[in-house]
RNA sequence: GGCCCCUUCGUCUAACGGUUAGGACGUCGGCCUCUCACGUCGAAAACAUGGGUUCAAAUCCCGUAGGGGUCACCA
C-alpha cells in the first residue's frame, strides 16, 4: 500500500488557533507515524478575508509548535502550487469537463433573484433549496454564469469515518451547489476535493464542522471519476460553556500562548491529549506521539480546553529543561518584561530556583522581580515582619553574613541557626524577617538561596535598608 | 426548524459484556518544611434518562432528554 498522504489546509483569515493546531498536529502525527507525507496548503480563495499577515501568522506558530510540512509553501513539492489562487486554472478544467459530462451546469439565476427565493421560502417556513431552475438550459458561456453541481436527488452517501464510524447523509438533504463563481474562484467543497485530488490526498482529517459537507465531497469525487479519499473527523474543542472555543473564551492563538510563557512541548502534549489518549499516560514528548498516535484512537467527543491543565503540562516540560535550557528560554521572558538579565551565572541561579515555583516562563519575570530590581515591599508584610522586636535578628543576620568568606548554604545555615536558638527561636523566626527585607515579601525561593543569588553585597544592603526601616 | 454527530467525576480521559468504574488536572486535608513551591500520602467527585437483548450492560439495540455542528456565488 501506498504511504498516506495528509494535509492541513488553513484558510489564512486569522492566526493559528488552538482549534486548527491540533488538525494539524494529528494530521501531521499520522504522517511521521506511518513515513507517510503532510502537506500544506492555503485556502485563499476568500479574498475579503484572506491576508498574507495571516498566512505569516499561520507558519508562525506551525514553526513554533515544530510541524513542519513535507510539501507546500516554501518548501514546494510535485504537487504545487500550494496557494488555491494559484490553482485557479485546475479548478475551471474540472468544472468545465463536468459541464461537458452533464455532471454539472451553468447557471444564470442571480444573487438577487435567488435572496427573494430565500426569503420567500423563510416567510413560508419552507426550508429552503435551489430548485434546480437551470438545470436543463444550454450552455452558454457568453451569458454571465455560476457552475452548479448536480445532485441525486434521491438515495444517500455514506462513508466509513475513521474516528466516528460510519455516516449517512440523505441526497435530499443536498441541492445543486455552486462549485465555481463567475469570476473563476472555486467554491469551498469543490476547491478541496479538486485540490486533494490533484495533491494525491489519501486521508483527509479535518475538523467536526466539516462533516456536513463529505457527503458532497465524495459525490464530486465521483462524478470526477476520482478515487474518494478516506476521511476522519476531529471533535471539536469547546470553551468552559460548552460552545466552540472561541476569543471570548480567551487567548486562542497558539502564538498567545507562547506569549503567555509557555512551551512548544507543553502546547503540543495538552493539544495531543485533547481527544486522543494512551492509557494512562498524561506526558509524550513529539516522538512518543509519533510512535503512539493512532487515528483510530481519536476519540469522537468534544472536549473542552482546559487551561488549568495545559499550565500544569507546561510545569512538568519546564520542570524537565536542565537548568541552561532553561535559561536560554527564559531569557526573552525576562528581557521583555524589562529586567536587565543576562546570559550569565546568576540567571542561570535564577532559573533553578524557579525551576519548581513558576508554571510559565512569563512567571519568571514576574515572580522574581527582586533578583533584578529593587523590592517592592509588601507592606503587610512590612508591618508585620519589619518590627522593632526584630531588628536583633536582622542585625545578626547582617553582621554575620558581612563577616563571611563565602556565602556557602552549610555556613548560612549555621549563622541563620545560630541567631535563631541563642533566643529560644525557630529558624523560621529568623528567615521571615529577612526574607522581606531581601524579597519585599513573605513567600520566595529558600532564603539561602536568595542571599547567595543576590550576593553579599546586594544582601546587605538590603538589609540595612530594612535595619533603618524597622528603627 | 431540517439533517448530521455526540453523552463516564467540575474538566481531560481509561474501560474494548463480568472491575470495589482506573488515571490526570482542579478542589479539600495530612506529611515534609525557613515562607512559597516541589514532593508525598489521603479524601470528596462520574456511567444523562427510560425501555429492551443477555446468566451478566457504562459497554449492544430502540426511544427520550440535553449538548454540539451544519444548512451561502464563506471556509
Not at 37 to 62: H, K, L, N
Not at 258 to 281: C, F, I, K, T
Request: net charge neutral; hydrophobic share 40%.
Amino acid at each position: 500500500m501506498d504511504k498516506p498522504r495528509v494535509r492541513f489546509a488553513p484558510s489564512p483569515t486569522g492566526y493559528l488557533h488552538i482549534g486548527g493546531a491540533r488538525t494539524a498536529l494529528f494530521n501531521w502525527l499520522w504522517a511521521r507515524r506511518t513515513g507517510g507525507t503532510f502537506v500544506m496548503r492555503i485556502e485563499d480563495t476568500d479574498r475579503e478575508r484572506s491576508t498574507q499577515q495571516a498566512v505569516e501568522a499561520i507558519f508562525d506558530g506551525m514553526r513554533w509548535l515544530g510541524l513542519a510540512w513535507d510539501e507546500g509553501p516554501g518548501v514546494g513539492g510535485p504537487h504545487g502550487p500550494y496557494f488555491q489562487t494559484e490553482r485557479l486554472d485546475l479548478y475551471r478544467e474540472h468544472a468545465e469537463r463536468l459541464v461537458r459530462e452533464g455532471k454539472a451546469y451553468a447557471c444564470y439565476c442571480t444573487k438577487e433573484e435567488l435572496e427573494v427565493q430565500r426569503k420567500q421560502a423563510e416567510a413560508e417556513k419552507r426550508q429552503f433549496k435551489y430548485p434546480g431552475t437551470c438545470r436543463e438550459k444550454p450552455y452558454d458561456p457568453s451569458k454571465k454564469h455560476v457552475i452548479r453541481f448536480r445532485v441525486p436527488e434521491t438515495g444517500s452517501t455514506s462513508w466509513d469515518d475513521l474516528v466516528k464510524g460510519t455516516i449517512s447523509t440523505p441526497h435530499e438533504t443536498l441541492q445543486d451547489e455552486v462549485i465555481l463563481r463567475g469570476d473563476g474562484i472555486p467554491l469551498y467543497n469543490f476547491g478541496v476535493v479538486v485540490d486533494d485530488v490533484t495533491m494525491k490526498i489519501t486521508l483527509v482529517g479535518r475538523g467536526d464542522d466539516h462533516v456536513n459537507n463529505t457527503a458532497r465531497q465524495i459525490l464530486m469525487y465521483q462524478a470526477l471519476g476520482y478515487e474518494v479519499p478516506v476521511f476522519g473527523h476531529f471533535p471539536m474543542i469547546l470553551g468552559a460553556d460548552k460552545t466552540r472555543l472561541s476569543k471570548r473564551h480567551g487567548a486562542t492563538s497558539v502564538t498567545a500562548y507562547r506569549d503567555m510563557g509557555y512551551l512548544p512541548e507543553a502546547v503540543v502534549n495538552y493539544l495531543v491529549r485533547l481527544g486522543w489518549s494512551h492509557g494512562d499516560q498524561e506526558l509524550f514528548s513529539l516522538e512518543e506521539m509519533i510512535q503512539l498516535f493512532d487515528m483510530k484512537d481519536v476519540g469522537a467527543t468534544a472536549g473542552v480546553f482546559n487551561p488549568e491543565k495545559m499550565q500544569w503540562v507546561n510545569h512538568e516540560w519546564l520542570k524537565r529543561l536542565t537548568p541552561p535550557e532553561l535559561a536560554k528560554r527564559a531569557l526573552p521572558y525576562l528581557r521583555a518584561a524589562g529586567l536587565p538579565a543576562e546570559d550569565d551565572a546568576k540567571l542561570l541561579q535564577v532559573v533553578t530556583v524557579a525551576q519548581e515555583r513558576a508554571r510559565t516562563l512569563a512567571d519568571y519575570a514576574a515572580q522574581f522581580r527582586y533578583f533584578y530590581e529593587p523590592i517592592a515591599l509588601d507592606p503587610k508584610a512590612k508591618d508585620k515582619f519589619l518590627v522593632p522586636a526584630n531588628a536583633p535578628l536582622l542585625q545578626a543576620v547582617r553582621d554575620g553574613i558581612a563577616g563571611m568568606e563565602g556565602l556557602e548554604t552549610a555556613a548560612l545555615e549555621k549563622l541563620f541557626h545560630q541567631a535563631a536558638e541563642g533566643r529560644g527561636l525557630g529558624v523560621g523566626k529568623v528567615a521571615q524577617p529577612v526574607r522581606v527585607a531581601l524579597t519585599g515579601g513573605t513567600a520566595s525561593p529558600g532564603i539561602y538561596d536568595v542571599v547567595q543569588i543576590l550576593g553579599r553585597e546586594e544582601t546587605l544592603r538590603r538589609l540595612d535598608a530594612a535595619l533603618k526601616l524597622v528603627g
